[in-house]
């Protein structure tokens, strides 16, 4: 194989690589806690684009539990979306497991 045919396919891998970063951006996973009564939104990059709280929840009383069950949706929608953009990125690599990619999402 020459250098130039080496360096299209790089390009070519680059211009796919920033598709799939762009398609990640524009999907929104949810993730959920306390049986659905708490709900955070992410897109495919890991931005947190919102939540719901239910209204049983926001009473003093359960604060503690409301920031738990907060924290467990984020989590939860936050592996959802690394699992998502691994897929995403699967289909590009091939499945091979290349250092690097899995941290770029």
Do not use: Y
């Not at 920033?18 to 897109?43: C, F, P, R, W, Y």
């Not at 069950?69 to 984020?74: E, G, H, N, P, Y």
């Not at 995403?88 to 990619?101: A, C, D, N, Q, V």
């Amino acid at each position: 194989m020459d250098m130039s045919s080496i360096i299209k396919q790089a390009q070519e891998m680059q211009q796919k690589m920033s598709k799939i970063q762009e398609d990640l951006a524009a999907k929104q996973i949810t993730g959920s806690a306390g049986g659905g009564m708490v709900t955070v939104t992410v897109n495919g990059k890991g931005e947190v684009l919102g939540a719901k709280i239910e209204k049983e929840l926001l009473t003093p009383d359960e604060a503690e539990m409301l920031q738990d069950l907060f924290v467990a949706a984020t989590n939860d929608a936050l592996r959802k979306a690394k699992e998502l953009a691994n897929q995403e990125m699967g289909h590009l690599t091939g499945g091979m497991k290349i250092p690097g990619l899995s941290n770029m999402f």
